[in-house]
């Protein structure tokens, strides 16, 4: 029983819009998380910027250098697919899985160094003395930088598809893979954290 | 088909640009400003994302149903904004913090005589 | 060859990728839903009968009312009629073969699944008694049952409108046969289109929500928690957010198939077409901003109390502009009372006093007075009861024939929506009067003085159930015994109405013209197409 499927002109214009208006709805998902950070500041604001400068800058910063430049990787990747140049599109849809695992690998070291210094919310938590908020700022970070991670993980799997896809005994549903939709859905990841950056990192500014 | 050079070159343009920004907005990011610093570090993200959206993400080259696709999430999330209508004008009465006092479970007999409406038996 | 010869195997249903499959997949499981809400329903009405709280507990009651809440809102109204009705019919009235994306039409079922799967599988465990709205901080904090598992189903369900409503807008824009315009389009799939945007923009709202409120049960990240900085209206906010919008997420689909059929049985074009489509387009955006209004005692600050009166007020006109173009349909036409006219007439009606006294919830000054009493529920039973239930059940006979190629049994399908008006109408009305007069809702005990409404109410929902009960009869009958119909039993303008009933898999033989009129009905037509 296969479906009975436009032809392949028509099929990338579809998969670019279906992906457009997924991502739109990305941007509310992601939006409500946002807006709760923002009344979250705007009640606190002691308490955020108390709890904002215990957060590691130069991983931070380091991580989105690293997530921009997965950006480039993946941009040339998604337009050699379409090119048809296998090598490249190899290259840049593998090269940008693993710069996102390097961030995955840089979030950890980031919790593991927040986890001893006793910023993970609850009753370990070591900011007794901040004014009130800080832990909220805390809840917020965790709760955003893992939702920004998992959809991460998502993308390098489907990157990672796409490298694979460029193989010549690909099977087909692997080879169904819309590079360029994947690409957008990687750009929209990246997009997130630019937002979440400032957010975290850049609450006040350092001594 | 689209000038494949010159894409790549844009491409890398505007990764130098992003990185460029970051640098900028981590070195603002010292400075003591007050609210300076909010609409410095918002201001370079909405730059940031403006040149992924119109280089990486193709919007320069997009059809008008995509830019509306876009522009719809966009206007929908600010519609959010009407919560700050609520927010604003609303202030915190503090009180020092209580724990929270869990009473004993119903079914084990009534707790406080006055939680149950009389009923006819 | 019919779609429903193409394969016998449960593997070619259950691997499908035809729409009009899928819808029928769907079809069988909102039904099921439909029935367990409904046991629900008849659980609570039964208890209600009494003012004593005697038949169950409290805690059993809270689990009702909170089943009933979230079956019938997100595991039947929501799927309703964009996954049975809009699937089904919507590629064929744009000349399509299929939808946009026909594997992930079939995700999406898996997903609808899978996320009413866990659902009742929380309900088995134990239920939730939050009620569907899960305020916090109750339903963060001090619940002891099964929130984070039913949230996760919710949010699964979810991920399933969101794929529906990508798939819809994706069709509408790339699949419609050349010569077919935006003004040249049923206004079904007006309908169903800015359902989609609601559906696409909406529903993630809801996703972070839930996902919030699990992650403070499950790991105490409190950001609804007051001793945090955190604000419970936060969470109100964020629920309502999407919440408001799904209410047009349930009511635009039913009034798309309330356009179709009044037209076809006033024998009349619609009256003031692009007005109606605008007017969708309204309810759609409008619908984002009035959320508020859901809060209004909440402790909302008096400011945007009156900015959400407001623009609910507001939001009532574009779909005021569709009741007076629907009865303007119906001046001087030729009326034939079948079964999807009786329901759609009844929709009318209905949508038009739940929409009325919208707007005495509207007003603050009422509000503070009717709010979580029985005049709310009331409103939206109104609503989506007599509105988008009634006109499910109109979309369900008019395109009977075409999707099983038999008539169903009109003079029961008349008797079924008359005994449905008349239960519903003694079901709801008396709950506006206990409303009024101050019987809060998701009480289970109640002061004697309110019993007489009580058990009015409670006799008309056993009239319901009998009115619901009965198509489940007779459409299953008819699988079997039914009238063969033809590719066009009403009449009815339409290109789904000009390929066989039921249609091939691959809908037309040939791609159809596009119509140059779309409601082109004169009663001439109407006098040839005789039953």
């Known amino acids: 029983m296969s479906a009975v499927l436009p032809p392949a002109s028509e099929r990338s214009d579809a998969g670019t819009l279906g992906m457009w208006l997924f991502l739109a709805g990305e941007l509310l998902f992601f939006g409500g998380l946002f807006a709760g950070y923002a009344i979250g500041r705007l009640h606190s604001p002691a308490g955020f910027a108390a709890?904002?400068?215990?957060?590691?800058?130069?991983?931070?910063?380091?991580?989105?250098?690293?997530?921009?430049?997965?950006?480039?990787?993946?941009?040339?990747?998604?337009?050699?697919?379409?090119?048809?140049?296998?090598?490249?599109?190899?290259?840049?849809?593998?090269?940008?899985?693993?710069?996102?695992?390097?961030?995955?690998?840089?979030?950890?070291?980031?919790?593991?160094?927040?986890?001893?210094?006793?910023?993970?919310?609850?009753?370990?938590?070591?900011?007794?003395?901040?004014?009130?908020?800080?832990?909220?700022?805390?809840?917020?970070?965790?709760?955003?930088?893992?939702?920004?991670?998992?959809?991460?993980?998502?993308?390098?799997?489907?990157?990672?598809?796409?490298?694979?896809?460029?193989?010549?005994?690909a099977p087909a549903w692997l080879r169904a893979l819309d590079a360029h939709a994947v690409a957008l859905y990687w750009h929209f990841v990246d997009v997130v954290w630019i937002f979440l950056f400032p957010a975290i990192y850049l609450v006040a500014p350092r001594a | 088909m689209r000038d494949?050079?010159?894409?790549?070159?844009?491409?890398?343009?505007?990764?130098?640009?992003?990185?460029?920004?970051?640098a900028a907005t981590a070195a603002i990011g010292r400075l003591h400003l007050g609210t300076g610093n909010l609409v410095a570090s918002l201001s370079i993200a909405v730059l940031k994302a403006a040149i992924v959206l119109w280089i990486f993400m193709g919007m320069r080259h997009a059809t008008a149903l995509v830019r509306l696709a876009a522009a719809a999430g966009l206007f929908v999330l600010a519609l959010s904004g009407l919560a700050l209508a609520d927010f604003l004008p609303r202030h915190d009465e503090r009180a020092a913090w209580q724990a929270p006092h869990q009473l004993a479970p119903g079914l084990a007999g009534p707790a406080e005589p006055a939680s149950k409406p009389p009923s006819p038996r | 060859m019919s779609y429903l010869c193409d394969g016998h195997s449960l593997r070619s249903w259950l691997l499908t990728t035809d729409h009009k499959r899928i819808a029928i997949l769907y079809a069988l499981a909102i039904t099921a839903f439909f029935f367990v809400g409904g046991a629900a329903a008849t659980m609570i009405r039964l208890e209600l009968t009494t003012p004593a709280g005697d038949l169950v507990s409290d805690d059993a009651y809270n689990k009702l009312f909170t089943a009933h809440g979230v079956i019938m809102v997100w595991l039947f109204l929501i799927p309703s009629i964009p996954s049975v009705i809009g699937n089904f019919v919507l590629p064929l009235m744009i000349g399509a073969r299929d939808l946009a994306f026909p594997?992930?039409?079939?995700?999406?079922?898996?997903?609808?699944?899978?996320?009413?799967?866990?659902?009742?599988?929380?309900?088995?465990?134990?239920?939730?008694?939050?009620?569907?709205?899960?305020?916090?901080?109750?339903?963060?904090m001090f619940s002891n049952s099964f929130v984070?598992?039913?949230?996760?189903?919710?949010?699964?369900?979810?991920?399933?409108?969101?794929?529906?409503?990508?798939?819809?807008?994706?069709?509408?824009?790339?699949?419609?046969?050349?010569?077919?315009?935006?003004?040249?389009?049923?206004?079904?799939?007006?309908?169903?289109?800015?359902?989609?945007?609601?559906?696409?923009?909406a529903t993630p709202v809801l996703a972070i929500t839930l996902l919030l409120v699990a992650a403070e049960r499950l790991f105490q990240i409190g950001v609804f928690d007051p001793a945090h900085g955190g604000?419970?209206?936060?969470?109100?906010?964020?629920?309502?957010?999407?919440?408001?919008?799904?209410?047009?997420?349930?009511?635009?689909?039913?009034?798309?198939?309330?356009?179709?059929?009044?037209?076809?049985?006033?024998?009349?074009?619609?009256?003031?077409?692009?007005?109606?489509?605008?007017?969708?387009?309204?309810?759609?955006?409008?619908?984002?901003?009035?959320?508020?209004?859901?809060?209004?005692?909440?402790?909302?600050?008096?400011?945007?109390?009156?900015l959400f009166s407001l623009l609910s007020f507001l939001v009532a006109v574009p779909s005021a502009i569709k009741v007076f173009n629907w009865t303007a349909t119906l001046y001087k036409g030729s009326i034939r009372f079948d079964a999807p006219m009786l329901y759609a007439l009844g929709f009318v009606g209905l949508f038009t006093i739940g929409g009325l006294t919208g707007l005495f919830l509207a007003s603050i000054a009422l509000d503070v007075h009717l709010t979580d009493t029985y005049f709310v529920v009331a409103h939206f039973h109104y609503i989506m009861v007599g509105g988008s239930v009634m006109a499910f059940f109109a979309g369900l006979h008019f395109w009977w024939p075409k999707v099983v190629g038999k008539h169903y049994p009109e003079r029961l399908g008349r008797a079924a929506a008359v005994l449905v008006f008349f239960g519903f109408n003694l079901t709801f009305f008396p709950q506006y009067l206990?409303?009024?007069?101050?019987?809060?809702?998701?009480?289970?005990?109640?002061?004697?003085?309110?019993?007489?409404?009580?058990?009015?109410?409670?006799?008309?929902?056993?009239?319901?159930?009998?009115?619901?009960?009965?198509?489940?009869?007779?459409?299953?009958?008819?699988?079997?015994?039914?009238?063969?119909?033809?590719?066009?039993?009403?009449?009815?303008?339409?290109?789904?109405?000009?390929?066989?009933?039921?249609?091939?898999?691959?809908?037309?033989?040939?791609?159809?013209?596009?119509?140059?009129?779309?409601?082109?009905?004169?009663?001439?037509?109407?006098?040839r197409f005789g039953r």
């Open chain 2, 4 to 22: 494949r050079p010159s894409r790549t070159a844009a491409y890398a343009v505007a990764w130098l640009a992003l990185l460029g920004l970051l």
């Open chain 3, 148 to 201: 984070s598992l039913t949230l996760f189903g919710i949010f699964v369900t979810g991920l399933s409108s969101i794929a529906t409503g990508i798939n819809f807008i994706v069709t509408v824009h790339a699949l419609r046969v050349p010569g077919l315009g935006w003004f040249r389009l049923p206004l079904f799939v007006w309908a169903h289109y800015a359902t989609s945007i609601i559906l696409v923009l």
């Open chain 3, 434 to 527: 206990l409303g009024v007069a101050g019987m809060p809702r998701r009480y289970h005990a109640y002061p004697p003085e309110f019993q007489v409404l009580n058990v009015l109410s409670s006799a008309g929902a056993s009239i319901l159930a009998v009115g619901y009960l009965l198509p489940l009869l007779y459409l299953g009958w008819s699988l079997r015994h039914g009238r063969p119909s033809g590719a066009n039993p009403w009449g009815a303008t339409g290109l789904e109405w000009q390929t066989a009933s039921p249609p091939p898999t691959h809908n037309f033989e040939q791609p159809p013209e596009a119509p140059q009129d779309v409601y082109g009905y004169t009663p001439e037509i109407g006098a």
């Open chain 3, 231 to 306: 604000d419970p209206l936060l969470f109100q906010h964020l629920f309502w957010f999407y919440s408001h919008p799904a209410v047009y997420i349930m009511v635009l689909p039913a009034m798309g198939v309330v356009s179709e059929i009044i037209p076809c049985f006033a024998r009349k074009r619609i009256f003031g077409y692009r007005f109606m489509a605008y007017a969708i387009l309204a309810i759609a955006s409008v619908g984002f901003l009035v959320w508020g209004h859901h809060m209004f005692v909440s402790g909302q600050s008096p400011t945007a109390n009156l």
């Open chain 3, 103 to 140: 594997r992930l039409n079939l995700l999406s079922w898996y997903l609808y699944m899978a996320g009413g799967l866990i659902v009742l599988a929380a309900l088995a465990l134990g239920g939730v008694d939050t009620g569907w709205t899960f305020y916090t901080p109750y339903s963060t």
């Open chain 1, 51 to 169: 709890a904002g400068v215990r957060t590691d800058l130069l991983l931070g910063t380091l991580n989105t250098a690293v997530l921009l430049t997965s950006s480039f990787v993946i941009a040339i990747a998604a337009d050699a697919a379409a090119a048809h140049r296998a090598r490249a599109a190899v290259l840049g849809f593998a090269g940008a899985a693993l710069l996102g695992l390097v961030f995955v690998a840089v979030k950890a070291v980031e919790y593991r160094g927040e986890w001893h210094e006793g910023l993970f919310p609850g009753p370990g938590f070591s900011m007794r003395d901040a004014p009130q908020g800080a832990e909220l700022f805390f809840m917020w970070y965790f709760s955003a930088t893992a939702l920004h991670a998992l959809h991460l993980v998502i993308g390098m799997l489907m990157a990672s598809g796409c490298a694979l896809a460029q193989g010549l005994r």
